[in-house]
């Protein structure tokens, strides 16, 4: 998989996957993506899963990161502990089938009674430093599912955090009290700017959540503001977290460009400088990198 020979990229997340064929110096030629996450593939089904891919993409080796590294994944890569950088996850590789398919292992942070791991994140953070898009001390929110803040020294993940602030918003959505006024599409309007400054200001985050409910009943609030209200809110307050530990300094809002926007409007509301950085883009680098590490 060096800079030489083509192979396949593959991001493979819990719910999605995604994958990309590789040209020999490391063009995108073609790519696929599906909803067949990790836990749509059932017992003993990988190897068939991953067949899927070769079939769509080409017969080439292939480099994985993602929750297919995970104990529900095919091959459960260990973490490798920080400090991490490139060379740590290239040694920690593992191979599910050698020297042809390798999954890149996730980070732990495990320090005194804090814990907290990631999968993926890592590929797409170390790949931007490598591509020189981000300082080798940056501090980093990765928003997602479970947003990641994370802060580089010397290029190596040293230490980081993760709020669950992408899937408490989707549970909300889903299964709760506020499901039917959390269906309008979100955006950086004056209701979100209005979460976004409850949540960092207060710490009354589930009753401020009922609350939602309350005015809109008694028509203090309108219904088609409850989506991006609460999305503010619970952004808010994942900042609020986040920026006790940032420092000073610019703040490297990583992710896909809807999620960039809503993470950097808030930040911007807390009066921080951001910068954006794609997160395919990101995990595209790191793969190629890593590539390059294999022996």
């Not at 190897?47 to 993602?66: H, S, T």
């Not at 791991?117 to 797409?124: F, I, N, Y």
């Not at 980081?160 to 918003?169: I, Q």
Request: charge should be negative; aromatic fraction near 6%.
């Amino acid at each position: 998989m060096r800079r030489a020979e083509a192979y396949i990229a593959v991001d493979w997340g819990t719910t999605n996957r995604r994958a990309w064929r590789i040209a020999p110096g490391g063009a995108v030629e073609d790519e696929m993506e599906d909803g067949k996450g990790i836990l749509s593939v059932p017992s003993g089904g990988f190897p068939a899963a991953v067949a899927e891919i070769r079939g769509r993409l080409g017969d080439l080796p292939m480099l994985m990161g993602g929750m297919i590294g995970s104990n529900r994944g095919w091959i459960e890569a260990p973490y490798v502990r920080c400090p991490a950088g490139l060379p740590e996850l290239a040694a920690g590789l593992q191979w599910a089938e050698p020297q042809r398919t390798a999954i890149v292992p996730g980070v732990a942070f495990d320090e005194g009674d804090a814990a907290d791991v990631m999968r993926g994140e890592e590929v797409q953070i170390l790949g931007a430093f490598a591509e020189g898009w981000i300082s080798p001390e940056a501090t980093i929110c990765h928003p997602g599912t479970h947003n990641k803040w994370a802060k580089l020294e010397d290029g190596r993940i040293a230490a980081f955090r993760t709020v669950m602030t992408g899937e408490l918003f989707n549970l909300l959505k889903g299964n709760s009290i506020l499901a039917d006024l959390l269906g309008g599409e979100v955006g950086t309007s004056g209701a979100f700017e209005a979460g976004v400054r409850h949540g960092l200001d207060q710490d009354d985050l589930t009753a401020e959540l009922f609350s939602v409910r309350a005015r809109t009943l008694l028509g203090k609030a309108r219904r088609e503001d409850g989506a991006s209200y609460v999305s503010g809110l619970l952004i808010g307050s994942d900042l609020r977290v986040g920026l006790r530990t940032a420092g000073p300094g610019e703040i490297v809002v990583m992710a896909r460009p809807d999620l960039t926007e809503l993470f950097s409007a808030a930040l911007a509301i807390a009066g921080r400088e951001t910068r954006s950085v794609d997160g395919e883009q990101a995990f595209l680098a790191g793969i190629r990198h890593l590539a390059e590490l294999i022996r």
